[in-house]
T-cell receptor, first 114, second 113 residues
Framework: DAEITQSPRHKITETGRQVTLACHQT?????MFWYRQDLGHGLRLIHY???????NKGEVSDGYSVSRSNTEDLPLTLESAASSQTSVYFC?????????????FGPGTRLTVL | RKEVEQDPGPFNVPEGATVAFNCTYS??????FFWYRQDCRKEPKLLMS???SGNEDGRFTAQLNRASQYISLLIRDSKLSDSATYLC??????????????FGQGTTLQVKP
């Protein structure tokens, strides 16, 4: 069955370290998204991609970067982790077939920055 | 004003009750509407899409009122397993690819025995 996976599921790191969170989907979806979810803020879009070599900034992109070298993967990199980036991170994908496009989410990565 | 607004709750209801959640959205050009369900510490999952004519899936009914920019979700005969957070979701307008979604903060439902 097609799916979307994230790794690691839990990560503890120190302030200033570079961290990469992996997202892999086997839906062959064009669109991929990264969100963070914090109490009081709901899901906030970090970066997104509409296809290979395409990346775009979301509403909370500062301190994060992504690259899309193939259809299946959109890794999220925290260049220099900060305590404010402690959060739950969700990756999602959608087919890119139009306005009624359902997003499917990965299981999430819980990141703690000490 | 937030683009998608929901009452965060929590809504505490007994088993068997009927409960309704409401959501308002700010952009009248929005075209696609969804309800997602999120269980504690889990990923959001699509519950149902919301169509202009309204739609029903078992105990769940979704309604859209474009004039008032208002979406609702009705749950009949609540089960303990319905306890979750329900996210109101609207497509983002104005982007070249309409795949972006805007999520409300969610409404928490707790069904009690």
């Amino acid at each position: 069955d097609a799916e979307i996976t994230q790794s690691p599921r839990h990560k503890i790191t120190e302030t200033g370290r570079q961290v990469t969170l992996a997202c892999h989907q086997t839906w062959n979806h064009n669109n991929m998204f990264w969100y963070r979810q914090d109490l009081g803020h709901g899901l906030r879009l970090i970066h997104y991609s509409y296809g290979v070599q395409d990346t775009n900034k979301g509403e909370v992109s500062d301190g994060y970067s992504v690259s899309r070298s193939n259809t299946e993967d959109l890794p999220l990199t925290l260049e220099s982790a900060a305590s404010s980036q402690t959060s739950v991170y969700f990756c999602a994908s959608s087919s890119g077939q139009g306005a009624a496009d359902t997003q499917y989410f990965g299981p999430g990565t819980r990141l703690t920055v000490l | 004003r937030k683009e998608v607004e929901q009452d965060p709750g929590p809504f505490n209801v007994p088993e068997g009750a009927t409960v309704a959640f409401n959501c308002t959205y700010s952009n009248s050009a929005s075209q696609s509407f969804f309800w997602y369900r999120q269980d504690c510490r889990k990923e959001p999952k699509l519950l149902m899409s919301v169509y202009s004519s309204g739609n029903e899936d078992g105990r769940f009914t979704a309604q859209l009122n474009r004039a008032s920019q208002y979406i609702s979700l009705l749950i009949r005969d609540s089960k303990l397993s319905d306890s979750a957070t329900y996210l109101c979701v609207v497509n983002s307008v104005g982007s070249s690819n309409t795949g972006k979604l805007i999520f409300g903060q969610g409404t928490t439902l707790q069904v009690k025995p």
